[in-house]
């Protein structure tokens, strides 16, 4: 059991944003070694104990990488945690049930593909939790990941699984009998090509690679408003925007194209029929009157009344008692001088904060999610990732709203659908000062690499941050400090491979999976009927 929790352990002390990636590496190791030695006494050790070792590995690691998320919601965390350390032991458990079910010495390759159809399976569903995939892992260290172009971040996390198999192979071989030592040298030195290779071709393309120059001036603003502290009158309203404009204002030039404010950077939600005469909304119609080159794009609660014949979904609520239904979604908006305003709706939601999963059938448990701090519903959402578009010069952006950037296949919806530049407006002031919001930051790097898209970062409390189309910040706020800065980002229309084809490493290794454990089920089927014929 301890020697399990060593991968915990080390998975944790490799994690952004003050880890290091290459500790990934090795951390797998002392769970193969478990798993070998449960195998070995297979008819003394149930396959369950070996579930509860994998359980409590992952525990250790959700523990040390994501107990900030306490700070938002103490039941969410604990679920949290318990639920995704659960989750990433189902993979090792069907990886060792197959060895226990399939004729002849299995080995453990099968972990790799159940492990990515995990992550592929673990980001679409209700409870998707993307936060800990293993590609994640080398964030704040980009040079390393260049390929990722390709592959996305679940190249990263095949590489760990790839390197961390071929060294536990080799060391076994090694304590085995002589013959056997140079199976081990083959795969310790099969273990050192595939490390370097992806390494010195990722090395190169950092040194190489030229952003292409379409230049847009961009001014990032952080409020630095505590999430915790509502605004509860029209006079804090007011000083809270023209705040906000303060900010912008020392930043604009004759250049500049877009300001971008944070996630909720309107601290009062808008009635979409009737956003004109929305104070915040007039105010900054005022402020572009006075820099009309400007466009201002930011974050905010929207309502959604829907008119008695309209269809109305899962996720409305009644309005009062006037039998009519309204949609709350959590949004950003684009305004231009002169347009209307342009919307994007949170699609990727915080299971839990922002959505209960799977509310439409736990409906009956709904009081009780509320007492304890949760959403018994759901706020509304949109299917498609639409780009706001600009008007004199159709610059296309894609407004991803907080949690929505760590997904990268998600992300690759907007490039399919013309995104030029990336802007990931988002609070992280709900944790405090936690590693959560220097995560968050990095991984937004790799979405840069992975689509290969400047990006302009707001975060109220967080890091605001540009980035850079390799990955590199170029300029970065500090933590809670009310400050705005601006740089020249290059807008982009090539795209990737990976944005093109999204999480295809996935989507291969659930049809392994697949294969896989009907192969397991047939072999045990034939087994049972083996000895039903015997007896």
Not at 491 to 505: E, Q, S, V
Not at 527 to 534: E, P
Request: glycine share 6%.
């Amino acid at each position: 059991m301890l020697t399990s929790l060593v991968t915990g352990v080390l998975l944790a002390l490799s994690w952004p944003a003050r880890g290091f990636p290459f500790l990934a590496f090795f951390a797998f190791i002392p769970l193969f070694w478990v798993e070998d030695q449960v195998f070995i006494l297979r008819r003394e050790i149930r396959g369950a104990t070996f579930f509860f070792y994998c359980w409590l590995s992952f525990f250790l690691f959700n523990v040390f990488t994501t107990w900030w998320i306490l700070y938002a919601t103490v039941p969410g965390m604990i679920v949290a945690v318990l639920l995704n350390s659960l989750f990433m032991a189902i993979p090792w458990w069907l990886m060792h049930i197959g060895r226990r079910t399939m004729p002849g010495t299995q080995g453990q390759l099968s972990v790799v593909f159940l492990w990515l159809a995990f992550e592929f399976l673990h980001g679409r569903w209700e409870l998707s939790w993307s936060w800990l995939d293993l590609g994640n892992v080398f964030a704040s260290y980009p040079a390393w990941v260049q390929w990722y172009q390709v592959t996305g971040s679940p190249g990263g996390s095949l590489w760990i699984l790839i390197i961390n198999l071929l060294l536990f192979t080799a060391i076994s071989n090694y304590f085995k009998a002589a013959p056997l030592h140079k199976k081990a040298m083959s795969g310790a030195l099969a273990a050192l090509v595939i490390f370097i290779v992806p390494a010195i071709y990722s090395f190169r393309q950092w040194i190489a690679y030229d952003e292409a120059a379409h230049p847009v001036e961009v001014v990032v603003i952080q409020p630095s408003k505590d999430p915790y502290e509502p605004v509860r009158t029209q006079e804090e309203l007011e000083q809270h925007i023209d705040h906000m404009i303060a900010l912008a204002d020392k930043e604009i030039t004759p250049n500049t194209r877009f300001v971008v404010a944070p996630e909720g950077a309107n601290p009062q939600g808008i009635w979409m029929h009737e956003a004109e005469r929305h104070h915040t909304v007039q105010r900054l119609r005022q402020h572009l009157a006075l820099h009309p080159g400007v466009t201002w794009v930011l974050g905010s609660f929207t309502y959604r009344l829907y008119a008695a014949d309209e269809e109305i979904p899962a996720t409305a609520q009644p309005w009062r008692d006037s039998g009519r239904y309204y949609d709350v979604y959590n949004s950003a908006i684009m305004i231009e001088h002169g347009r209307d305003i342009q919307y994007y709706h949170k699609s990727k939601l915080v299971p839990g904060i922002e959505r209960m999963p799977y509310f439409n059938a736990l409906k009956p448990l709904g009081r009780l999610v509320d007492r304890f701090g949760g959403i018994a519903g759901s706020l509304g959402t949109q299917e498609e990732r639409s780009v706001f578009v600009t008007g004199d010069d159709g610059i296309r952006l894609a407004p991803a709203v907080c949690y929505e950037s760590i997904y990268g296949d998600f992300m690759a919806a907007y490039l399919q659908n013309g995104a030029e530049l990336l802007f990931i407006i988002t609070n992280d002031g709900w944790w405090r000062d936690t590693p959560g919001y220097r995560q968050h930051l990095q991984y937004a790097r790799l979405r840069a690499i992975e689509m290969r898209r400047s990006i302009a970062r707001s975060a109220s409390t967080g890091i605001s941050a540009f980035i850079g189309q390799k990955g590199e910040i170029i300029s970065q706020t500090q933590w809670w400090e009310a400050d705005a800065i601006s740089t020249i980002l290059n807008k982009n229309h090539t795209m990737t491979f990976y944005a093109r084809t999204g999480n295809y490493i996935g989507k291969i290794s659930l049809f392994l999976s697949i294969l896989f454990l009907l192969f397991v089920i047939s072999q045990k089927h034939i087994r049972r009927r083996a000895v039903s014929i015997r007896r």
